[in-house]
T-cell receptor, first 111, second 117 residues
Framework: RKEVEQDPGPFNVPEGATVAFNCTYSNSASQSFFWYRQDCRKEPKLLMSVYSSGNEDGRFTAQLNRASQYISLLIRDSKLSDSATYLCVVNRGNQGGKLIFGQGTELSVKP | NAGVTQTPKFQVLKTGQSMTLQCAQDMNHEYMSWYRQDPGMGLRLIHYSVGAGITDQGEVPNGYNVSRSTTEDFPLRLLSAAPSQTSVYFC????????????????FGSGTQLSVL
């Protein structure tokens, strides 16, 4: 079993739809959590960090449930430009550099 | 505003050849790491470093060596390339240390497409 697992994709949704991605992690010592976005095999870029209380950035909402070792990302009012692969990332410990990626979930937003 | 510079962008090797992928960052980041990305596998951590002179293994270290003689540079060496090492390689850095997620934000290089025949 992978240490970080994501919903298998791809997700094909119409513009304006709401879509949710789920991610689970197996290492209970994990300290920090993130969502990254990757376009067409280019380098990943940080979308948002995930905080215990949940956090929102415009159309994007991230939630963390430590008890269930579960992270989610909600995208509201999907845009064509949201089409990308979304990567769930977990830090095993309390140091940077030891970040473990999920396999990614591909999102395709159609007109 | 260079950030993380990775070279080369493309490389073709024959089985058994050796090569070094170069990675340099100009942000004075303590943490640097190497990932490989294969279809359907996401990014997998090869090796990482928490500072000059300190390196550690990630998820898939076999077949790769690293060293960190300076804060800026973190080269990845393939001593005897194998077809299984055909992949896209990404170098990344972060400020690291205590301070929470802000310090852990990864800055990536643009990647190296490596093919081993």
């Amino acid at each position: 079993r992978k240490e970080v697992e994501q919903d298998p994709g791809p997700f094909n949704v119409p513009e304006g739809a709401t879509v949710a991605f789920n991610c689970t992690y197996s290492n209970s010592a994990s300290q920090s959590f993130f969502w990254y976005r990757q376009d067409c095999r280019k380098e990943p870029k940080l979308l948002m960090s995930v905080y215990s209380s949940g956090n929102e950035d415009g159309r994007f909402t991230a939630q963390l449930n430590r008890a269930s070792q579960y992270i989610s990302l909600l995208i509201r009012d999907s845009k064509l430009s949201d089409s990308a692969t979304y990567l769930c990332v977990v830090n095993r410990g309390n140091q940077g550099g030891k970040l473990i990626f999920g396999q990614g979930t591909e999102l395709s937003v159609k007109p | 505003n260079a950030g993380v510079t990775q070279t080369p962008k493309f490389q073709v090797l024959k089985t058994g050849q050796s090569m070094t992928l170069q990675c340099a960052q100009d942000m004075n980041h303590e943490y640097m790491s190497w990932y490989r990305q294969d279809p359907g596998m996401g990014l997998r951590l090869i090796h990482y470093s928490v500072g000059a002179g300190i390196t550690d293994q990630g998820e898939v270290p076999n077949g790769y060596n690293v060293s960190r003689s300076t804060t800026e540079d973190f080269p990845l060496r393939l001593l005897s390339a194998a077809p299984s090492q055909t992949s896209v390689y990404f170098c990344a850095s972060s400020a690291g240390g205590v301070g929470g997620p802000t310090n852990e934000k990864l800055f990536f290089g643009s990647g190296t497409q490596l093919s081993v025949l």
